[in-house]
């Protein structure tokens, strides 16, 4: 973590130096919400658009979520696509419509696993309008969700979900660059689902997040990054040594390492930056004896699978919500669905009649 994250998290008293700027980054973004929102409002998309995402710098879990959400769409009998920044790949042309074929180096690793992982139209673009575009004009979807885009005011939008961390929240409560925040806390109000992710204790949660529902990312298995073997995440799952060496590139490493935790190994962390580019001279460094087990995150393993060794593994997980919420999400997109059609429906009838 850099070290003004740090001070974010540990509420640092020199932070209130920067005070002046956070109160310009938040004016400013406010502005431009107000405008570019209004634009947005004014020319909706021809299918409903879902922004997942989150108003604090850092991974919060928006990924799972979206990755949970799609499944769920699908096995409604919807066709769900996908839009994403694409953020560190650098694509031949955009917008660029992503496959589980494509090099992470083109479409960033988030934007990759995702389409590994639902088999559904994805496109990255670092302006996301452009992206919408290009996914309804290509593909034939019933309804775009957005991973992230909170912030991006110029993409219309139907629905917004923010995941915010459990655990670190929302740091010192101020906006950039003073805080973590991309957005005042107040912006929750005019969301439609708020989901804290890993935190259970609601008497430990500020009063904006009482009634939000929660999330969990619950381990399933140890996969092979060589063969593809699965291992049940429970009990010894690894019969060699008494080390798991933990390497990972997240927002908030200490999720992951205390899943790891919970197994009968001892835990050697290797922090790296979050979206940490890897290579193998990053791995060789480390000097991991081969014998011990080397587990990453699924979101890291997408960059490191070219020169992962028999003793690489990823940590696959499943989302759990809480409350029914997936069945409300799903229903409510439904809805959004069946209106869009009804609203698309009734203008070609006005057209028709009208010549």
Same mark, same amino acid.
């Given at each position: 973590?850099?070290?003004?994250?740090?001070?974010? %998290?540990?509420?640092?008293?020199?932070?209130?130096?920067?005070?002046?700027?956070?109160?310009?980054?938040?004016?400013?973004?406010?502005?431009?919400?107000? %405008?570019?929102?209004?634009?947005?409002?004014?020319?909706?998309?021809?299918?409903?658009?879902?922004?997942?995402?989150?108003?604090? /710098?850092?991974?919060?879990?928006? &990924?799972?979520?979206?990755?949970?959400?799609?499944?769920?769409?699908?096995?409604?009998? *919807?066709?769900?696509? #996908? #839009?994403?920044?694409? %953020?560190? !790949?650098?694509?031949?042309?955009?917008?660029?419509?992503?496959?589980? =074929?494509?090099?992470? @180096?083109? &479409?960033?690793?988030?934007?990759?696993?995702?389409?590994?992982?639902?088999?559904?139209?994805?496109?990255?673009?670092?302006?996301? /309008?452009?992206?919408?575009?290009?996914?309804?004009? =290509?593909?034939?979807? @019933? /309804?775009?969700?957005?991973?992230?885009?909170?912030?991006?005011?110029?993409?219309?939008? @139907?629905?917004?979900?923010?995941?915010?961390?459990?655990?670190?929240?929302?740091?010192?409560?101020?906006?950039?660059?003073?805080?973590?925040?991309?957005?005042?806390?107040?912006?929750?109000?005019?969301?439609?689902?708020?989901?804290?992710?890993?935190?259970?204790?609601? =008497?430990?949660?500020?009063?904006?997040?009482?009634?939000?529902?929660?999330?969990?990312?619950?381990?399933? %298995?140890?996969?092979?990054?060589?063969?593809?073997?699965?291992?049940?995440?429970?009990?010894?799952?690894?019969?060699?040594?008494?080390?798991?060496?933990?390497? &990972? !590139?997240?927002?908030?490493?200490?999720?992951?390492?205390?899943?790891?935790?919970?197994?009968?190994?001892?835990?050697?962390?290797?922090?790296?930056?979050?979206?940490?580019?890897?290579?193998?001279?990053?791995?060789?460094?480390?000097?991991?004896?081969?014998?011990?087990?080397?587990?990453?995150?699924?979101?890291?393993?997408?960059?490191?699978?070219?020169?992962?060794?028999?003793?690489?593994?990823?940590?696959?997980?499943?989302? =759990? *919500?809480? $409350?029914?919420?997936?069945?409300?999400?799903? $229903? $409510?997109?439904?809805?959004?669905?069946?209106?869009?059609?009804?609203?698309? @429906?009734?203008?070609?009838?006005? !057209?028709?009649?009208?010549?």
């Amino acid at each position: 973590m850099r070290s003004i994250e740090k001070a974010w %998290y540990q509420r640092a008293g020199w932070l209130i130096l920067l005070l002046p700027l956070s109160y310009l980054f938040r004016a400013l973004a406010a502005v431009r919400r107000r %405008y570019h929102a209004a634009v947005a409002r004014a020319h909706p998309a021809p299918v409903p658009v879902v922004v997942v995402g989150n108003i604090s /710098v850092g991974g919060t879990g928006k &990924t799972p979520l979206i990755i949970g959400l799609g499944r769920a769409l699908q096995k409604a009998g *919807l066709k769900p696509g #996908i #839009i994403s920044r694409g %953020y560190l !790949g650098k694509a031949p042309h955009y917008p660029f419509s992503v496959n589980s =074929d494509s090099s992470v @180096d083109e &479409t960033g690793d988030e934007a990759l696993l995702i389409a590994r992982m639902l088999d559904c139209p994805m496109v990255v673009d670092p302006d996301r /309008v452009q992206a919408l575009e290009k996914i309804c004009s =290509d593909f034939h979807c @019933d /309804v775009v969700l957005s991973d992230d885009g909170m912030q991006h005011y110029a993409l219309p939008r @139907d629905m917004e979900i923010v995941v915010v961390d459990g655990e670190r929240l929302f740091g010192n409560g101020m906006c950039l660059p003073a805080g973590p925040l991309r957005e005042p806390v107040s912006r929750l109000q005019a969301v439609a689902h708020v989901v804290v992710n890993g935190q259970t204790d609601r =008497d430990k949660l500020p009063p904006e997040l009482q009634h939000a529902s929660s999330m969990r990312l619950q381990p399933t %298995y140890l996969v092979s990054m060589e063969s593809g073997e699965k291992k049940p995440f429970r009990g010894a799952p690894f019969n060699i040594g008494t080390t798991i060496h933990a390497v &990972t !590139g997240i927002g908030n490493p200490d999720r992951f390492f205390n899943v790891l935790a919970t197994l009968p190994y001892t835990v050697e962390r290797h922090d790296f930056p979050d979206h940490h580019p890897f290579t193998e001279e990053d791995l060789a460094a480390l000097d991991i004896d081969p014998r011990h087990p080397v587990v990453m995150t699924e979101k890291d393993a997408v960059k490191c699978e070219q020169f992962a060794g028999p003793n690489f593994w990823y940590l696959a997980v499943e989302v =759990d *919500l809480s $409350e029914g919420l997936m069945a409300r999400l799903v $229903e $409510e997109i439904q809805q959004l669905v069946a209106q869009r059609k009804q609203r698309a @429906d009734q203008t070609h009838e006005l !057209g028709q009649s009208s010549r």
